[in-house]
């Protein structure tokens, strides 16, 4: 595997030193447990160790365990970044994140993209090697509530995250909830509303508000760039109707189609009930942890990680479809 690094960050691609690496010789459907978190969202996998070949009937049955809970946890996994492909397509097909074309066109290096083009290190590191608040990525800023990618035609149809450098006082935790449940609950009058109708997903900004490289913010809602979207999905795997909101920032920003001057009091309700806390489940990282989640049917927030301390992941996303309006 090519990479392309900045001289300190040479020291990220390879695996880190976890506490109790799993010692699994052999991935079997007899070692696999599922573990449900007793939230709306999220399993933990245990009995596989993701560095060592995965068999297509274990495979098979950690895509259903993905299907079922949405959002998938493997605790102490030691991986280089072969191991981490080859996990990784277990869920999907690698692709490049959406955000490396805007770097690309600034023709500004990024140490987000410091690796291969399905791998991204995601960190709160400065040009010098050092934790900082802000950088050219998410730096140690809150990441709001939105769905990967979905400024993008196309939209991942799921991510993972692992866990080379963690803060040691818990700061930065990952929230991530069920958009299936938000949807069988949403209030009548508003499903009524939203039947047929799509949102912008605004381009402009990251997940934490920041402006992408290269481009203007917008002063009105005819300028925001990015696609329509389907305020509810259905999911290709389940066949369910989910929530779909994708990504909403500083107005201007998200606006419903037809009314985009009008929307703001309507989507302040919708993500107000979408983001409830009973549907969520909040993940305390550990180094060596692999999570994948699912990108059609779940959102997924951060937390402020501390600037003093470092934090480094690896990040990939799978190859997703057009969005199946429902």
């Known amino acids: 595997m090519s990479m392309e690094t900045h001289d300190f960050a040479a020291k990220y691609t390879h695996a880190p030193v976890v506490p109790s690496p799993v010692e699994l010789e052999q991935n079997t459907l007899e070692t696999l447990n599922v573990v449900p978190t007793g939230k709306a969202v999220g399993a933990e996998i245990q009995g596989v160790n993701l560095s060592k070949p995965i068999p297509e009937d274990v495979a098979a049955a950690l895509r259903q365990a993905w299907a079922d809970h949405l959002v998938l946890l493997f605790r102490n996994q030691k991986l280089e970044p072969d191991h981490y492909m080859a996990a990784a397509r277990v869920f999907g097909k690698p692709q490049a994140g959406a955000n490396k074309k805007f770097y690309e066109r600034a023709k500004k290096k990024s140490l987000y993209h410091a690796m291969d083009n399905d791998i991204s290190i995601l960190c709160n590191l400065g040009e010098d090697g050092n934790p900082v608040e802000k950088n050219d990525g998410l730096g140690s800023l809150e990441v709001v509530w939105h769905s990967d990618n979905s400024y993008i035609d196309e939209p991942p149809a799921g991510s993972t995250l692992y ?164």
Request: proline share 9%.
């Open 163 to 326: 866990s080379l450098v963690i803060p040691d006082d818990d700061s930065g935790q990952t929230s991530f909830n069920n958009q299936y449940l938000a949807y069988e609950e949403l209030p009548d009058e508003l499903k009524k509303v939203i039947e047929g109708k799509r949102s912008k997903q605004d381009a402009t900004r990251n997940s934490a508000n920041v402006l992408r490289p290269g481009v203007t913010q917008p002063t009105c809602p005819e300028e925001v760039p990015g696609p329509m979207h389907p305020m509810v999905r259905i999911h290709p795997v389940s066949q369910k109707k989910a929530l779909y909101l994708g990504r909403r920032r500083t107005w201007p920003s998200q606006y419903i189609e037809g009314i985009p001057n009008d929307s703001e009091e309507l989507l302040d309700r919708i993500w107000a009930h979408a983001t409830q806390p009973k549907y969520a489940w909040t993940h305390s990282w550990q180094v060596g942890d692999f999570l994948v989640w699912d990108n059609r049917s779940a959102m997924h927030r951060r937390e402020e990680v501390n600037p003093t301390q470092p934090r480094v992941m690896w990040r990939c996303q799978f190859a997703g479809d057009k969005v199946i309006p429902a």
